[in-house]
């Protein structure tokens, strides 16, 4: 087996101590994609070359071909075909027409991906709201129930699904999730519903009235890419090593990722780009990922290495540990690759106390732990996941007041997230 030694780890811990901590200091620099690509570069080019010169090249590019191409093709694609749908509209922002859309998203989360609905959403969502004077709570939810909790059901949900799901989690076991999905989502349902109420009640009567003057009917633009959307889950279910062995090395083991650039081809090419221009459709946001990420899958090699070697001593036993071990990692860090870590540790582990059966080479309760830390507590910082920090940039963007990165921790997820997380693991993991 090939190992490392315990420092190769620190590359991992300064890329995402950057990510973390340079936004809250030097927020003006950090805006710009082109110095995050020069500080990620920094971090990331040793750590590749250190890898190579030490004899673990094949490892480095197992993980940027295998993991990283797969991961950024489908957030691109979802985001391009999202981006060309526009929802235009207006109807006063009562807590039940909220709620709905919340619902909708919670909903689609798991189907076109946290990314997609998101994006799709966020926009509609703060134009509604657009007359409401406290709303800032409505984007904590949406973040938490759109952007995060929401994705759960297939691989198409959430990236640390879709790298289980390379690993070998078949497309239908997503689904056995489900009572932890409606669990949680008509928990967090209820607790905004009762808070949108009291905040409601608190709203100057004339934004509420000139809301419901200006309403105006739904209408959708650029709805063939809801074809498109279609075509992504498509390819994502049928075009694996499973239903195509062929795809397992050679020629063809990119085949989905073709198909995926395709069907982006297809949507840049069948919208039209003033739908793109009403949505404020830029290509910064997946810049943005596409370079942080390819400091992250780079650097978390030797990590991977380090934690697969060394699992035996963490002390790692019941589904409950790898759940909040998950989740802890995934609230500060990023829940894709702490994932596909923590798959690793239990890849090297001998569970011999548990007697459930194997999915994707570990016990089914661990992985079940695995993929429900990730999600969820993906939702606990605005770093846990891809979308968290789009959709608060949008929403500053559009004049919403969003809580600092304590703030939100202190102000909303320690509050509402944790407490719903507990009881998760005490329903469904047990101790």
């Known amino acids: 087996m090939d190992t490392v030694q315990a420092w190769t780890l620190i590359p991992f811990g300064i890329m995402l101590l950057m990510i973390a901590l340079v936004p809250l200091f030097a927020e003006k620099f950090w805006e710009s994609n082109r110095n995050k690509l020069i500080c990620t570069a920094a971090v990331a080019v040793p750590t590749a070359v250190y890898l190579i010169c030490a004899g673990l090249g094949h490892q480095l590019l ?111 076991w997503f689904m056995t999730l489900l009572p932890q999905w409606l669990f949680v989502g008509l928990l967090l349902s209820l607790i905004y519903i009762i808070w949108d109420n009291i905040e409601f009640r608190k709203e100057p009567k004339n934004a509420i009235l000139c809301g419901a003057e200006a309403q105006s ?35 063809l083991q990119y085949l989905r990722e073709i198909c995926l650039i395709a069907v ?53 036993s019941e589904p409950w540990h790898f759940f909040y071990c998950t989740g802890f990692l995934s609230s500060f860090l990023d829940n894709s690759p702490t994932a596909v870590a923590f798959h690793s540790v239990a890849s090297g582990l ?33 770093i846990g996941n ?7 940039s949008i929403a500053r963007d559009n004049g919403i007041k969003m809580p600092s990165f304590f703030g939100y921790m202190a102000k909303f997820s320690l509050i509402v997230l944790l407490p719903v997380f507990i009881l998760v693991q005490v329903i469904f993991l047990g101790f």
């Not at 221009?277 to 780079?298: D, M």
């Not at 891809?386 to 608060?392: E, K, L, S, Y």
């Open 350 to 382: 001998d569970f011999c106390g548990l007697q459930d059966c194997v999915v994707a080479g570990i016990p089914e309760s661990v992985l079940r732990a695995i993929a429900l830390g990730a999600v969820m507590f993906g939702s606990m910082t605005y």
């Open 62 to 172: 197992h993980q940027m071909a295998g993991d990283y191409i797969p991961f950024i093709v489908l957030l691109l694609a979802l985001f391009v075909v999202t981006g060309g749908i526009q929802i235009k509209g207006s109807i006063t922002a009562t807590p039940f027409v909220n709620l709905i859309i919340l619902s909708a998203g919670y909903v689609l989360a798991s189907f076109m991906g946290t990314t997609g609905a998101a994006m799709l959403l966020v926009r509609p969502l703060i134009d509604i709201n657009r007359n409401r004077t406290r709303k800032t709570h409505t984007i904590l939810f949406f973040i938490a129930m759109v952007a995060n909790a929401g994705g759960i059901l297939t691989p198409l949900g959430d990236p640390p699904l879709f790298l289980l799901y390379l690993r070998g989690a078949p497309f239908k």
């Open 386 to 392: 891809g979308p968290n920090f789009m959709v608060a």
């Open 217 to 251: 009917p739904i209408r959708i633009k650029g709805r063939i890419n809801f074809l498109f959307l279609l075509m992504i889950m498509a390819g994502v279910i049928f075009l694996n090593e499973q239903f195509i062995p062929a795809m397992k090395e050679g020629p």
């Open 264 to 316: 982006i081809i297809l949507s840049l090419a069948f919208t039209g780009s003033s739908v793109r221009k009403g949505n404020n459709f830029s290509w910064g946001p997946i810049l943005e990922v596409a370079v942080l990420f390819a400091g992250i899958f780079t650097t978390m090699t030797p990590a991977l290495l380090y934690l697969n070697h060394n699992a035996a001593g963490l002390g790692l």
